[in-house]
């Protein structure tokens, strides 16, 4: 996120990280990149030593399961995926520390540049290494991340004011003129959620993409393994399909790519939704989050 979370302090930040991860850290400073979870660069003496971040719980997400997907990354990294790159455990084994409204976790600092535009043969032989290593034992199950009722719910969401803030009448109505759209996706999108039973599951990364990606001197890098979970192959191959690699070439099947092609449009809607629904000042994370709405209502 661009800003700060509201109502955490670096002293804070600070405290999690020397007393449960690494004693030589000196101070953290917040790092104004990605979208949706809150980053801190922490230094110790030297320089830049750990990758910090604090996730943002969501109601389908208890930390038991972000705490699965971190050590299951921990455990391919050790089995020999030299690109996953791992949080750190703590003091206790763990790999997330419950903090404010989500949980903290480290990572080691990797000097590098965003991983784009996306490299398909290294993205591609990279996932063919996930998909085929042998999922680490306790990892999270995918299972829908909306509702059958998110029409209904996001409908009467629009029957009263959202805001107060610069983008509420403009969110609302964009969502009010799609409802008839998003009856009809959310039908096929747990339509076929039933289907992904009948299809092999894998160890996927869920974001595979260059956005998630980190060119350093030791090579192309992964990052971001929150999402780490078991499902269908084509949950990552989305990605790569996208791309422009034809899905035959991938051996993938068309409508698992089109269940987690909804999955994403239905989910950030839902979620923007509920931004906007409440109160927000204009920043630049707001900006960002409407244009994202916009995009996934609009989008063929």
Do not use: K
């Not at 759209?181 to 092999?200: I, P």
Request: proline share 7%; aromatic share 8%.
């Amino acid at each position: 996120m661009r800003e700060p979370p509201l109502g955490v302090e670096l002293g804070g930040v600070l405290s999690v990280v020397q007393g449960q991860v690494d004693g030589t850290v000196r101070r953290v400073e917040h790092l104004p990149v990605g979208f949706g979870a809150h980053h801190w660069i922490a230094y110790d003496d030297r320089g830049p030593r750990l990758f910090v971040t604090m996730d943002v719980l969501r109601p389908l997400d208890p930390p038991e399961r972000l705490e699965a997907a971190y050590a299951g990354a921990a455990a391919l990294h050790e089995r020999g995926l030299e690109f996953v790159v791992a949080s750190l455990p703590t003091i206790t084994g763990s790999f997330t520390v419950p903090f404010a409204h989500g949980v903290l976790s480290c990572t080691p600092w990797r000097d590098g540049e965003p991983g784009g535009p996306l490299d398909v043969a290294w993205t591609t032989s990279a996932l063919a290494r996930l998909h085929a290593a042998r999922a680490p034992a306790g990892l999270p199950r995918w299972r829908p991340l909306v509702g059958p009722d998110l029409a209904e719910t996001t409908a009467t969401l629009t029957t009263r004011q959202w805001g107060p803030g610069p983008y509420a009448d403009r969110a609302r109505d964009a969502v009010r003129r799609h409802l008839g759209d998003l009856t009809r996706w959310t039908a096929r999108y747990h339509h076929l959620a039933e289907a992904a039973h009948d299809r092999g599951w894998v160890a996927t990364h869920g974001e595979p993409g260059a956005h998630n990606q980190l060119l350093t001197d030791e090579g192309r890098l992964l990052v971001d393994w929150e999402s780490l979970q078991l499902a269908p192959a084509e949950l990552d191959l989305r990605t790569l399909v996208d791309a422009g690699v034809g899905a035959d070439t991938l051996h993938a099947d068309r409508t698992m790519l089109e269940l987690f092609d909804l999955e994403w449009r239905l989910d950030e809607i839902s979620q923007y939704a509920a931004w906007f629904a409440a109160p927000h000042t204009g920043s630049e994370d707001d900006d960002i989050a409407f244009g994202g709405l916009l995009e996934e209502l609009e989008r063929t």
